[in-house]
């Protein structure tokens, strides 16, 4: 599966489907980035089930801001609309490999209970 480019017009529809999504954040003049971007090309290949998407932090700066990417590449994980990972650096294709069966592993109604706990406390610390 080919990767998908984001942009802030097309960033909210595509996280919050149901189903794994996994953000490349990049832009051209980074090393680390050209090193990470086939290792992210291959894992789209390899996994048909989950959306692989870029985002070129030149292109969108407004969304890199937004998000708080300070240093690239950056690696953000979303499942059926919770974030779930975000971390900058560029992966071992085994460490990226790791990571995605992790979060397909996930008992999403769990981590949605946490979530919910979390919300309730912090709105009760209000």
Avoid: Y
């Avoid at 290792?39 to 998000?67: M, R, W």
């Amino acid at each position: 599966m080919a990767t998908t480019t984001l942009t802030m017009n097309n960033f909210e529809e595509t996280i919050v489907q149901d189903g794994l999504v996994l953000i490349d954040f990049w832009a051209e003049w980074c090393g680390p980035c050209k090193v990470f971007g086939p290792i992210f090309e291959a894992a789209s290949e390899e996994h048909d089930d989950a959306v692989f998407a870029k985002v070129d932090t030149e292109e969108e700066q407004a969304l890199s801001g937004a998000l708080g990417i300070m240093s690239i590449p950056t690696l953000m994980v979303f499942r059926d609309g919770i974030p779930l990972f975000s971390q900058p650096g560029a992966l071992p294709a085994h460490v990226l490999e790791d990571l995605i069966s992790q979060a397909k592993a996930l008992d999403m109604d769990e981590v949605r209970a946490e979530v919910e706990a979390r919300r309730a406390e912090a709105a009760e610390q209000k």
